[in-house]
């Protein structure tokens, strides 16, 4: 139960439009990081739109 309520301190964290941004400038959309999980890419890797809201 300790580890389930540590984890949910953090469900409302959001991150600032900065943060998301500089996280897509060091791992850009898009990017397999492993190649063997290629199968499909979700709408929001296409669609920068679908990633704020």
Same mark, same amino acid.
């Given at each position: 139960m300790d580890?389930l309520?540590?984890?949910l301190?953090g469900?409302g ?10 996280i897509?400038e060091?791992? $850009? $959309?898009g990017?397999?990081?492993n190649?063997a999980?290629?199968y499909?890419? $979700? $709408?929001?890797?296409?669609n920068?739109?679908?990633r704020?809201?």
């Open positions: 580890q309520e540590s984890l301190t469900a964290t959001v991150l600032t439009s900065d943060v998301l941004d500089r897509d060091i791992v $850009p $959309p990017t397999d990081l190649k999980d290629s499909y890419t $979700p $709408p929001a890797l296409t920068a739109n679908l704020r809201r």
